[in-house]
């Protein structure tokens, strides 16, 4: 039964990670970015393990864990921690409108199952027709950092991306080697918690969080 | 060829859907009630209310052309018509050869011209702002439902709600991660349609926020109760066409005796559950200002959009 619909249960999750995608894009509030993500997380890893499973993969099961605990529970958590610590509740300002910023991610989707359809007919996997959605969340995940002038936004959105590289990376090629992931979720972890201290530096020298600040080079 | 089992579920669909109506929008308030900690209306309330209508007088502005008296049967009928192409009991309807999901698009957008036409008539204030935001409402709406039905069509290669009921219930059970984006979609136009809460809320007579209730000021007696009616019909056939593209189970296929009997007390339970969550959607959500709306109904147009991009991507 679920060997049967496995693939189509794998699309479905495949465009629920794309209708996160879109609703990060929308989100105005800061506390449900983050729960947007940490949702995104646990949807990769039911996709994650849902793969893993159907190709008796047993090395994905690790990455699915391993998407598990960091991107669903640590990243989440660390996330909720700081912005309790730093008050910014209501922090999600855009440089361009919020519709406008969807009309872009839009041509951003076009564009990028465009580009994934000549790749997946090469593919032989089980997951090719999902690289298409997998290279539109890792763009509808730049368009956000680009969009977004405050910092933790912006952080979320490079985190949310990473959930976009995971996801083509099983959708291609049944994943990364084990060595491969460890290093990509370290490095993900290393680089919020240095993200966090970085927080409260632009905090305490520009009293907001606003990036545009960083674009000053000296002071007048 | 038109088959007998196709006319008399043909008739006992359009009765229902017209005695019915009333009867889900009875459902919605009492929920919303229940879900506010208020003691709710009876079930019949409506009912009563279009009954108390139709007995009172009709009074009329002294400027109102011919036009006003009209309009409230005029966007009855639409809706009565639109109520007759959407298939919820059977497949095998023989008016479905008539019209087709654009058609009924078309039919509830003319409703939408003679409430706004009727809501100008008058030449009061509130009545052509009631009618200009329900037109801004509408364009934005239309959109989206078209796609929202043009991903249906493409799954089954087909624009008409038969076919596409057939297909969806009858056909091997496949998961189209399309209709879940289109349901979103879907389920926002509904919203902003049948004047429901983030957009308009159907309770108020507050001057300001109202959309639907500014344009139907003017009415009394039984053209209210047309109208109303109409209102609780539009409802009606909303919630028709959600379950034919999303949950379509239960229809009966064509000559299929018993399976039209059994799809009365299936879609009776389905608009229970589909009546009991838009109160809860309304209960969960709130008001927008008006100049979110456009956003609203962005949102919900992208997501149509998105959807048969999905379809054209993974379902082919």
Not at chain 1, 67 to 77: M, N, S
């Amino acid at each position: 039964m679920l060997q049967h619909y496995g693939p189509q249960l794998i699309n479905l999750l495949a465009s629920l990670m794309l209708l996160l995608a879109f609703a990060m894009l929308a989100q105005r509030r800061i506390m449900s970015l983050i729960n947007l993500f940490a949702a995104q997380g646990f949807t990769l890893f039911l996709s994650t393990a849902l793969v893993a499973w159907l190709t008796d993969q047993s090395h994905l099961y690790g990455s699915a864990l391993l998407t598990l605990v960091l991107k669903v529970i640590a990243l989440p958590w660390i996330l909720h921690r700081l912005i309790r610590r730093l008050n910014v509740k209501w922090d999600v300002e855009t440089l361009i409108n919020i519709p406008s910023t969807m009309l872009i991610g839009i041509v951003l989707v076009i564009l990028a199952f465009n580009l994934a359809l000549p790749i997946a007919l090469l593919a032989g996997t089980l997951t090719k027709g999902t690289l298409g959605i997998a290279l539109a969340c890792v763009l509808l995940s730049f368009l956000m950092m680009i969009t977004r002038s405050k910092a933790v936004p912006q952080v979320i959105g490079f985190l949310s991306m990473e959930n976009g590289l995971f996801f083509a990376a099983t959708a291609a090629a049944y994943g990364m080697p084990m060595v491969i992931e460890f290093g990509i979720a370290l490095d993900v972890l290393v680089g919020m918690v240095i993200l966090g201290i970085f927080f409260f530096r632009i905090r305490e020298r520009f009293d907001s969080l606003d990036t545009r600040h960083l674009e000053k080079l000296k002071e007048h | 060829m038109i088959s007998l089992s196709g006319v008399v579920a043909q008739f006992t669909e359009l009765v229902l859907a017209v005695l019915l109506a009333p009867l889900l929008t009875g459902w919605v308030n009492q929920c919303r009630a229940w879900l506010q900690n208020k003691s709710a209306p009876p079930l019949l309330q409506p009912y009563r209310m279009l009954a108390k209508l139709f007995q009172k007088e009709v009074v009329l502005a002294h400027n109102a052309s011919p036009l006003f008296r009209a309009a409230p049967y005029l966007i009855f009928g639409c809706l009565c018509t639109a109520a007759a192409i959407v298939p919820t009991l059977g497949t095998d309807l023989p008016l479905n050869a008539a019209a087709d999901a654009i058609a009924l698009v078309g039919l509830l957008a003319l409703a939408r011209l003679f409430t706004a036409l009727a809501g100008m008539d008058v030449g009061t204030a509130f009545g052509s702002l009631g009618a200009r935001r329900e037109m801004l409402v509408g364009f934005l709406a239309e959109p989206a439902l078209l796609m929202v039905l043009f991903t249906a069509s493409l799954i089954s290669n087909s624009t008409s709600l038969a076919t596409i009921a057939e297909t969806l219930a009858h056909k091997e059970f496949v998961i189209h991660p399309s209709l879940a984006f289109a349901g979103i979609a879907f389920t926002m136009v509904s919203l902003a349609e049948n004047a429901r809460i983030p957009v308009d809320n159907p309770a108020t007579h507050l001057e300001l926020t109202m959309i639907h209730e500014a344009m139907v000021l003017e009415y009394s007696g039984r053209h209210l109760a047309m109208i109303e009616w109409a209102v609780s019909l539009k409802l009606f056939v909303y919630s028709c066409i959600g379950l034919v593209l999303f949950l379509p189970f239960g229809i009966a296929g064509g000559g299929d005796w018993l399976g039209l009997v059994l799809a009365l007390p299936a879609l009776l339970a389905k608009l229970a559950a589909g009546g009991a969550l838009l109160a809860l959607i309304e209960m969960l959500s709130a008001k927008m200002r008006i100049f979110r709306a456009p956003e609203f109904l962005g949102t919900a147009f992208l997501l149509a959009v998105l959807a048969v991009l999905v379809h054209v991507l993974l379902e082919r």
